[in-house]
DNA sequence: GTATAATGCAAAGCGTACTTGACAAATATT
DNA sequence: AATATTTGTCAAGTACGCTTTGCATTATAC
């Protein structure tokens, strides 16, 4: 799942211990999600989005889903 | 966490083995998350709310979320 | 009233989201 | 160059999303 997490995280000068921080988690759950480790959970897609005011639609990608 | 789902599932008329094979998953999954048992992965809660042409936030409620 | 469809629930199992701790490599700061 | 900050990754463990099977209850239809 592609996400637009480091752009948004760069463009405000926010180290990934920041954003965790911020919006409740780990360092390294951060890391995972934009190094595309793995998928973030929906309430946690729902926090970060939100910290970077913007929608979830905004920030993840789903066009790699089928359907 | 509270969806809108079986409000919208039902006003089109649609059991929950219908929307299950709509967006790919089963019917206890969609149960389950229906009556609150669990939350949504972030890949379902998109399929769930595209299939019914809405966004993701206007299907799940995030009013339980601190921050 | 009997059959059929729809729903709620439970248990076992699998894969994955997430945490904690720790170490190495890369980037920035001085 | 040396130091500090930031980031990638690995391993072990916990928790949860999801599947499958199966049974019981409620509603719909014949």
């Known amino acids: 799942m592609k996400t637009k997490i480091r752009e ?3 463009a405000r000068k926010l ?3 920041e ?3 911020a919006v409740g988690t780990t ?3 951060i890391t ?3 190094v595309g480790k793995y998928t ?3 309430p946690l897609a729902y926090k970060i989005s ?3 005011g913007l929608t979830i639609e905004e920030v993840f990608d789903f066009s790699d889903l089928e359907d």
């Open 8 to 10: 948004l995280r760069k």
């Open 15 to 17: 180290s990934q211990e």
């Open 19 to 21: 954003l965790a921080g």
């Open 27 to 29: 360092r390294q759950t």
């Open 32 to 34: 995972s999600i934009e």
């Open 40 to 42: 973030a959970s929906l």
């Open 50 to 52: 939100h910290y970077f």
